[in-house]
Every structure is written in structure tokens, then in C-alpha cells.
């Protein structure tokens, strides 16, 4: 009874110690596959950037320009210039006149004989010019710029050959040439140098 009992111990021993071992290799085998299946992984997977924090997000062009990769953003400057319009172009060859067409003004050299106010008209004055060899009378609107008798005796240039018009029931035969800006009271052409009266402008 004796040899049988330990008969079976010894057999349940060498079976245990053979479930153990072969239980050890498969648990080795597993460990193996599912470390080389791992590495293939990681060697198949890109490696995902690093996501920078919500603090860190850019907040306007200046630090968005900062980030690596991140494209250039223009200048204020640039984006302020290219706002502005473009230059104007030169003058048409249709807004220009020609020689010819400037001959055609007859400018002359005139004495303001006579000066007055032109009643219920606040800017007219009537003049009376003498050209050397006929009198004209002339409206001119400078009179919140001149009294008429600051007028008077003064050398002055008209436009001798414009047509007549009427303004407040008097005609008016020429134009006194005066310069002003938008706005701005009329200053009377005149001369540094003593003209003759009745002398064309050229």
C-alpha cells in the first residue's frame, strides 16, 4: 500500500513539474510575440507633434509669427499701405491744351479808371479799364477782397477778346485774371515793373 501511495506521488510530482515547464514556455512565447508586435508599432506609428497648451495659442499676427512653421504675416505698415489708394494718374491728353489753343487768349494789360459797388450784390464791383486805346467796363466779384478805392490808378490784366455777358443788369466786357485758392479771397494779378497799358501777355 505503501509503494502504491508513493508510487502515485511521485507520478503527480513529475506531471506537475511538466505542467509547470510547459505553462512557463507558453507565458516566454506570449511575452516574446507581444513585445515584437509592440516595437512594430511604434515603428509604424508617426511620431504625433507636441500640442502646445491653451496658454500658449498665438493671440495676434506678432506671436503667431513666433511658432516654427508658422508663415510670415505682413507689417502693419504693409497692411496700412496697401489700404491706401492709388496715386492719381497724370493729366489726359484731352484735359491739356496746345500752343494754339493758349494763343487764343487775349491777355492785355488795363487801368482801373473807375470803381464802384454794384447795389444789392455783396461780391460784384463794376470797374471801368482803360486799354490805351478803348475804355471797358468790366464786373469783377472781388469786392470782400478790395474797396473800390483801393482800386483806383491800378494796373491789372484782363481777358480782352471773352465774350460779353450781363450780370445784375450790366454787361460786362472781359474778366479780371486774379489767383485764389478753395476758399480763399482773390489777389489781382499785377507787375513788379512798370507795363504799359494795352500790352498783350505772351
Do not use: C, W
Not at 14 to 37: C, F, L, M, P, Y
Not at 87 to 96: E, H, M, S, T
Not at 156 to 171: C, M, Q, S, T
Amino acid at each position: 500500500m505503501h509503494s502504491l501511495v508513493d508510487g502515485l506521488a511521485v507520478a503527480i510530482a513529475e506531471s506537475t513539474t511538466e505542467t509547470a515547464a510547459v505553462v512557463g514556455i507558453e507565458n516566454a512565447i506570449a511575452e516574446t510575440v507581444r513585445e515584437t508586435i509592440g516595437s512594430r508599432k511604434e515603428k509604424d506609428v508617426p511620431a504625433r507633434p507636441p500640442i502646445a497648451p491653451a496658454s500658449a495659442a498665438p493671440r495676434g499676427p506678432e506671436e503667431a509669427t513666433k511658432l516654427p512653421g508658422a508663415p510670415a504675416l505682413p507689417s502693419a505698415p504693409a497692411l496700412a499701405q496697401s489700404s491706401l489708394p492709388p496715386p492719381r494718374p497724370p493729366l489726359a491728353a484731352g484735359d491739356k491744351i496746345s500752343i494754339d489753343d493758349f494763343s487764343k487768349v487775349e491777355l492785355r494789360v488795363a487801368q482801373i479808371k473807375v470803381a464802384e459797388r454794384v447795389p444789392k450784390a455783396d461780391k460784384l464791383l463794376r470797374l471801368e479799364v482803360d486799354l490805351g486805346y478803348e475804355t471797358r467796363q468790366i464786373l469783377a466779384g472781388i469786392a470782400e477782397a478790395y474797396t473800390p478805392e483801393s482800386l483806383i490808378g491800378r494796373k491789372v490784366v484782363i481777358v480782352a477778346n471773352l465774350a460779353p455777358r450781363k450780370l445784375r443788369g450790366y454787361e460786362s466786357n472781359g474778366m479780371i485774371v486774379a489767383a485764389s485758392l478753395e476758399g480763399d479771397k482773390p489777389v489781382l494779378a499785377g507787375f513788379l515793373e512798370d507795363v504799359e497799358i494795352g500790352a498783350r501777355l505772351k
